[in-house]
T-cell receptor, first 114, second 120 residues
Framework: AQTVTQSQPEMSVQEAETVTLSCTYD???????LFWYKQPPSRQMILVIR??????QNATENRFSVNFQKAAKSFSLKISDSQLGDTAMYFC???????????FGQGTRLTINP | GAVVSQHPSRVICKSGTSVKIECRSL??????MFWYRQFPKQSLMLMAT?????????EQGVEKDKFLINHASLTLSTLTVTSAHPEDSSFYIC????????????????FGPGTRLTVL
């Protein structure tokens, strides 16, 4: 069974700083999807970024980028120029194509301080 | 694109009553929807996978007769908590799986805003 581990329960940085959230996963699959979701205080889950395992290029979405290391089974999220609105719980998730189910990590609570 | 709504956002009910929560994909069709439960400061726990026109698949430990799921159309799934008790109080979240159209990526789940259920 696949597992996803987020080893940082909480992180805190100053506004405008860059922060990296860690995520590791365990799978024997070769093709799969990895996701980062953000859950702000409103509790609405928001898709931040998606990575397809067969793509070597790291996904980016504006200030959000990932460092996908397939051999190491690592999928970290980098937030550049952090903003107060980035304060949220961040969940890393894994999914096999066609399997439908998302496997979530435990989450990292990120606080951006003014 | 890829907007999922959930109604109601909050509900308070008396013990023993039933509560229905609706999940709608507003701008895309979703053959598959999911229902999650989230306890405070914890990750999401998948309760069931709902496929349009067929019976839901429940995760181990989730009572089928207590949490009734219906997915009657490509844009609507409902979760009914039957004979609710205080221990059913929680935050319930639905998601819909994109199919690569209308801005919804394939194999990607888009989430509703959640429903806070309080059973007195």
């Amino acid at each position: 069974a696949q597992t996803v581990t987020q080893s940082q329960p909480e992180m805190s940085v100053q506004e405008a700083e860059t922060v990296t959230l860690s995520c590791t996963y365990d799978t024997s699959e070769n093709n799969y999807y990895l996701f980062w979701y953000k859950q702000p205080p409103s509790r609405q889950m928001i898709l931040v970024i998606r990575q397809e395992a067969y793509k070597q290029q790291n996904a980016t979405e504006n200030r959000f980028s990932v460092n996908f290391q397939k051999a190491a089974k690592s999928f970290s999220l980098k937030i550049s120029d952090s903003q107060l609105g980035d304060t949220a719980m961040y969940f890393c998730a894994f999914m096999k194509p066609g399997a439908q189910k998302l496997v979530f990590g435990q989450g990292t609570r990120l606080t951006i301080n003014p | 694109g890829a907007v999922v709504s959930q109604h109601p956002s909050r509900v308070i009910c008396k013990s023993g009553t039933s509560v229905k929560i609706e999940c709608r994909s507003l701008d895309f069709q979703a053959t598959t929807m999911f229902w999650y439960r989230q306890f405070p400061k914890q990750s999401l726990m998948l309760m069931a996978t709902s496929n349009e026109g067929s019976k839901a698949t429940y995760e181990q430990g989730v009572e089928k007769d207590k949490f009734l799921i219906n997915h009657a159309s490509l844009t609507l799934s409902t979760l009914t908590v039957t004979s609710a008790h205080p221990e059913d109080s929680s935050f319930y979240i639905c998601s819909a799986r994109g199919q690569g159209i209308a801005g919804a990526l394939t194999d990607t789940q888009y989430f509703g805003p959640g429903t806070r259920l309080t059973v007195l």
